[in-house]
């Protein structure tokens, strides 16, 4: 249509300078020239000089209207080897299809996934003339671009290329329109995330196993405790099983007693199996959350470390928990009470009286507030912003590892997505002054409605 239009003016512009030239001639030399001879001599004249100006006129117009030409297509080629550049200098994997399924073009990248070595090895060709096991997958995702006039974004998907690696890609497909809104073709374009997905693998993998680690590491002291939960309801049911047979022995047997001590032993055993099974929770791997009150998972911590507790004259002192209820990791958790505990009891060390540990829960802002702290003497101030670091830890190698308040961080903060901070705290109880340590934990509040 453009070039009709040109073609157009340049035929008009020859028309109205031949219709002006013969007008204005004609008159001018019939005005002039009055002899016929000479009249048709000044008419081969004037022909001739027609020819002369118009083909100057149409060279000048010809020669502009190609010079505009050649500046156009300088440009374009120009846009073109910029754009080619792009395409093949961009980090990413990109390839374009016509509506058939047809390879069209594709930078580098793409040829290097397919292990190609040239496009002249691509053009012309479709998914089904490669030996890819999910090609299936590709032509229906094309299908539904193209059928639907619409992207399919940021979407994951794997290639098993020619030498049986298996690349995890993140593609997005577009549709591309002619001018009149026709859908002539697919354009694709892949960031392989292979490395990063498995990297992220690796991450999730370190960290299961670092919260089994510090898991286990506190298995010792877990052991201790329940050996010392056990020492007394093992010595009843030893006592009232010996003192049953003696009676038998001695034939002095009393059915009334026998009932008493049956049930007192069947009680004791109840109480070692709900240990066993405190236990085996505690250690058993979350992969699911669970609804729970708040006062449930501080009955479950305590159960675990009550002996500990015992032995080292330490009270709990806990507020009136709100009735609040929600999804939560329930072991994870315990866990890390369990940790924060465990070095209060640690930092007890050299303190004789006044033992205590201090258990508060608030909600407010659709978030659990949970602060425990202590009278222990506080956290050296060399070494508070340290305790949270990966295998940090001021005991010898033989009493910890320094994982617990790593593994504890990382469980608020990247599994239940809160925080927790540690500080030292001065405070007034019964009547006396306190200072110690003070871990807050902060944790968004997911309640069963």
Request: glycine residues 4%; proline residues 2%.
């Amino acid at each position: 249509m453009k070039y009709i239009s040109l073609a157009l003016k340049i035929s008009i512009t020859y028309f109205l300078f031949g219709l002006l030239w013969i007008y204005f001639s004609d008159n001018a030399i019939n005005l002039l020239v009055k002899d016929l001879e000479k009249l048709q001599f000044l008419q081969t004249i004037k022909g001739w000089l027609f020819i002369t100006f118009s083909s100057i006129l149409i060279y000048f117009i010809s020669y502009k209207l190609f010079t505009q030409i050649e500046s156009k297509k300088e440009e374009l080629l120009k846009s073109n080897e910029l754009l080619e550049k792009i395409i093949e200098n961009a980090p990413l994997i990109i390839f374009w299809k016509s509506n058939k399924g047809v390879y069209l073009g594709c930078n580098s990248k793409f040829l290097q996934l397919m292990n190609l070595t040239s496009k002249d090895e691509l053009l012309g060709k479709t998914d089904t003339d490669f030996p890819i096991l999910e090609k299936e997958n590709f032509i229906n995702d094309d299908m539904i671009v193209i059928s639907s006039c619409q992207p399919k974004l940021d979407y994951l998907e794997t290639v098993t290329t020619k030498n049986k690696i298996l690349k995890i890609l993140n593609t997005s497909k577009v549709p591309l329109f002619d001018n009149k809104g026709v859908v002539i073709g697919v354009l694709g374009v892949s960031e392989d995330v292979t490395e990063q997905i498995n990297n992220q693998n690796k991450i999730k993998t370190q960290e299961e196993l670092l919260i089994q680690q510090s898991k286990l590491a506190a298995m010792g002291e877990m052991i201790a405790n329940i050996a010392h939960q056990w020492r007394q309801p093992l010595s009843v049911i030893s006592t009232l099983s010996t003192g049953i047979k003696l009676q038998k022995e001695l034939n002095i047997s009393n059915e009334e007693y026998e009932k008493e001590s049956l049930d007192n032993i069947n009680e004791n055993a109840q109480y070692l199996s709900k240990t066993i099974d405190d236990f085996k929770n505690f250690f058993k791997k979350d992969n699911n959350k669970t609804n729970i009150y708040f006062k449930e998972l501080f009955e479950k911590t305590f159960k675990l470390i009550q002996s500990r507790l015992k032995n080292n004259d330490i009270k709990i002192i806990q507020n009136n928990y709100p009735e609040i209820k929600f999804d939560t990791y329930e072991s994870e958790l315990i866990q890390v009470f369990i940790n924060i505990i465990n070095n209060s009891i640690d930092a007890f060390e050299n303190v004789s009286e006044d033992k205590y540990i201090f258990i508060d829960v608030k909600e407010f802002d659709n978030k659990i507030v949970i602060k425990i702290k202590d009278n222990a003497g506080g956290i050296d101030k060399n070494i508070i912003d340290k305790i949270f670091d990966p295998y940090f830890t001021t005991k010898s190698e033989k009493q910890g590892t320094g994982i617990g308040l790593y593994m504890s961080k990382e469980i608020i903060t990247k599994h239940l997505n809160g925080s927790v901070e540690a500080s030292n705290i001065k405070f007034e109880y019964l009547n006396k002054s306190h200072y110690g340590a003070i871990f807050t934990i902060t944790i968004p509040l997911n309640k069963d409605k």
